[in-house]
């Protein structure tokens, strides 16, 4: 199973230097087989903003914050064998969180996005219905596992992890250049 995080905000959508590999720390590097309906996991980590927005703007403002009023929302897309998970996260204003990154900084929101996260899994369950072929409290179950494997990490083992999976992501990005 794959899994990415994207940060959304009221103009836009995107990566960040530690939180973006919260979904691949929380799966690890050998997910359990939980059934063929689900073959990937998106997370959208939904972010207010802490500034107000450029006149020409306010629009898309305005939308975002209606939509923040309805999260969070899980949707099965069964057809691309694909669950999407969006819920208003906690961690920061988009602003704040784009100029934090580095070292310490990086472990501590890892830790935070990843604690989010899985307390946000839970609405998997209703998605999911029993025809599906898709064990979600064994996935709800292994995710909480490694979550407290993460709880009891020490931060420099959080950031080896973190370290190792920037590289590997690095490394795919510059083999996808080079074809």
Known sequence: MKSGVWLVSYNGLGGHPALSFAGDVLLGPSVPHFGDAVVELDIYPHLPSGEPPPPSLADM?????????????????????????????RLGTAEALAGRAGGAADVSLLRDACAEITATLDLIRDAVKPRDDFDAEGLLRFVRGRQSELERASDRAVLEVLLALRESERRRVAALRDE
């Open 61 to 89: 403002s305005d939308r975002f914050r209606e939509r923040l009023a309805t999260l969070p929302r899980v949707w099965f897309r069964r057809k691309k064998r694909l669950i999407e998970v969006a819920y208003r996260s």
